[in-house]
């Protein structure tokens, strides 16, 4: 195990080649690197830019150091304080919070809110030298769960404080900004807000119109401009906002780019509406907020001028793990729902429970969590090890978590029926909540796109190592025989696939070549786009999606595997259990990602995507149904 705030060196010991797709195995002692004597392998080897699973797979290598094995990284007295907190935490929403009535009154009570503080439910990451509770990630998702199991609404409040209000000032903030803010705010003394989203920017935040002007004396910076949907919008005090200035680069041209600034409410000139009327979440604060003339501190500003798209991308980034572990706290509730009632419900002369029908629906939602709760602590522990490199896998959580979680729910009104649609169950409620997750801190739709043109970036610097290697053949020529050779292997139908077989449990090697055979057609596809439509793959996003669709399967693949192959070597009492539900994940996600693969090079597939493109223009041309209605005929 690794201690909190110990960062683990993870380097290949061995590099495996199959088919020229490198294996670089996970480590148990640190080790040198060796440097390679022949100019191809070093021009090879600095073609690697990512230990990420995910991005790796783009470019046609399989790093397995951040998914074998699964990462076990708090220490045995950080176990003991998780163990500790949970009984408080779980006698606080026992005995004070109470979500239906949040719900219905659409805000918290400041009992509440006064417990929450005496518990340092505000600070959980922020170190104790400013007031914070000091906990890694992993510990982090740990306590979202049990926030996750009772009351989505206040989650949202304390991730909108925490996860992104003030995590800026966490990642980027200097020592004096640290020192100012990060008490007050650690101790919920004042809440923060996260202020990126405009009327005309909501995933493009490169549209943002809010704008910042640097005084003449250079001392402070002049904000005008409003943000929509803000969370804690109303309530906080300190918001890290983003807004456009200008900035003269190199060549004396002024551009405007989007900066970061730390502002406070008594700045004078902020202000807000009233709390927008929400679907679900409702006992969050959601409001928009308007800076008039806002006088900043020179010094308030987040990170570098110009900087400010990285700085909210890596918040963002930085947080959507926590999603997963929040919303397996959600399934948890649900399933414990559905199965009092499937147990308890008599139908035909027989528990429901025995139906095949609820068997098979209580099934998959267990999978659905499982699958989810993996993908939380893979990516949680890779960040508590130091890995900066998780963006890919933390977007995929995020779309399979807030997905997921709202199939889990929805089966469990399925299976409680007419009982489930009553508030009375609380499910309700739920369902409400759930819904926003799809949406905010990046639509799953962006996020898709996202993770399938970022990883063809990589891809794509790959592909112009191979072509400059072409430039020199003599020198290069192990990089261009192993390139050459892995595509005449596809090309002839000789190629049998890495293994990863050796990095898991016996009972799971099957489900494993599941995996090699994905990650084989992965890459060959990969391949195919980049050559076929170049950098107009951007414009192909029927395309992208099932791209993104099969990385997210794939990946889905090897946290499970990883984590149940653990299960099986600890003698873990589920073991068996997590083995079944694994081998039927594999298989399952198996025959999704090769189906989505073969669409993007399939004829008719691409004829549908084409026909389907035409339909939606009609639609748009009409705003709304194009088609004839039966009886009318207009």
């Given amino acids: 195990m690794t201690s909190l705030g110990t960062t683990r060196l993870l380097r290949p010991t061995a590099r495996a080649v199959s088919n020229g797709i490198a294996i670089i195995r996970p480590l148990s002692t640190q080790a040198k690197v060796v440097e390679k004597s022949s100019s191809d392998e070093q021009r090879k080897e600095k073609s690697v830019t990512s230990n990420s699973f995910v991005t790796s797979m783009f470019s046609g290598q399989v790093r397995v150091n951040q998914v074998f094995p699964f990462p ?16 408080p935490t779980a006698k606080f929403f026992a005995e004070v919070n109470n979500s239906m009535e949040n719900d219905a009154r659409e805000v918290v009570d400041e009992k509440t809110l ?32 049990i926030i996750g199991q009772n009351d989505l609404g206040l989650a949202v409040m304390l991730g909108a404080h925490q996860s992104i209000g003030y995590k800026g000032i966490l990642l980027y903030g200097t020592e004096e900004q640290k020192q100012k803010y990060l008490p007050d705010l650690a101790t919920g003394k004042i809440f923060a807000a ?90 969050s604060n959601t409001a928009e907020v308007y800076f008039e003339n806002v006088k900043i501190p020179a010094e308030n500003v987040l990170g570098e001028v ?43 002369g027989s528990k429901i429970a025995t139906f095949g029908a609820i068997q098979e629906k209580l099934a998959r939602m267990a999978m659905a969590h499982y699958v989810t709760e993996s993908i939380c602590f893979m990516v949680a522990g890779n960040m508590d090890r130091g890995s900066t490199e998780f963006q890919l896998e933390a977007a995929i959580g995020k779309i399979f978590a807030t997905e997921a979680a709202w199939f889990v729910c929805d089966e469990t009104i399925q299976i409680m029926g007419g009982m489930g649609y009553m508030r009375e169950s609380g499910v309700e409620k739920i369902m409400r909540d759930l819904r926003i997750f799809r949406i905010f801190e990046g639509t799953n739709e962006i996020l ?18 191979l072509q400059r290697a072409m430039r020199n053949p003599v020198a290069n020529m ?17 190629s049998s696939g890495i293994s990863i077989g050796e990095f898991v449990a016996p009972e799971l090697k099957e489900s494993a ?107 748009s041309i009409g705003d709304g149904i194009s088609h004839t209605h039966p009886v009318y005929k207009n």
């Avoid at 076990?72 to 003991?80: I, P």
């Fill in 478 to 494: 192990g990089m261009i025989f192993d390139e050459s050779t892995k595509r005449v292997f596809r090309a002839v139908g000789l």
């Fill in 114 to 145: 006064s417990v929450m503080k005496e518990m340092g439910s505000f600070g959980l990451m922020v170190p104790p030298k400013y007031d914070g509770a000091g906990m890694n990630n992993t510990q982090y998702a740990c306590l979202g769960e």
């Fill in 72 to 87: 076990d990284v708090l220490t045995e007295d950080q176990v003991e304080t998780l163990t500790m907190v949970r009984e």
């Fill in 513 to 619: 070549a599941f995996v090699s055979k994905s990650i084989e057609n992965f890459g060959a596809t990969v391949e195919h786009l980049l050559i076929k439509y170049n950098k107009n793959i951007i414009h192909e996003q029927f395309l992208l999606n099932r791209l993104a669709n099969s990385a997210i399967d794939i990946y889905s693949m090897v946290v499970t595997l990883s984590r149940a192959s653990r299960s099986v070597s600890q003698n873990f009492p589920s073991a068996l259990h997590e083995v079944n539900m694994v081998n039927v994940i594999c298989s399952e996600a198996f025959e999704r990602s090769q189906n989505n693969l073969a669409a993007v090079r399939t004829g008719h597939k691409l004829k549908n995507f084409s026909l389907m493109k035409k339909v939606a223009e009609n639609i």
């Fill in 448 to 465: 898709r796109l996202f993770v399938a043109l970022t990883g063809l970036q990589s891809a794509g610097f790959h592909l112009k190592e």
């Fill in 194 to 283: 996260f202020a990126l989203t405009e009327p005309s920017s909501g995933s493009d935040a490169g549209s943002i119109k809010s704008r910042a002007e640097l005084s003449p004396d250079g001392k402070h910076y002049i904000l005008n401009g409003s943000k929509i949907w803000i969370s804690n919008g109303g309530l906080a005090e300190v918001f890290t906002v983003f807004a456009k200035t200008p900035i003269k680069t190199s060549t004396g041209e002024i551009k405007d780019k989007v900066t970061a600034f730390i502002v406070e409410r008594k700045f004078g000139g902020v202000s807000n509406g009233p709390p927008e009327k929400k679907m679900g979440i409702k006992c």
């Fill in 306 to 348: 110009g900087d400010g798209f990285k700085v909210a991308m890596n918040i963002l980034n930085s947080g959507r793990f926590g999603m997963g572990g929040l919303l397996s706290g959600t399934m948890r509730t649900c399933i414990a729902k559905a199965t009092n009632f499937a147990n308890n419900r008599v139908q035909f």
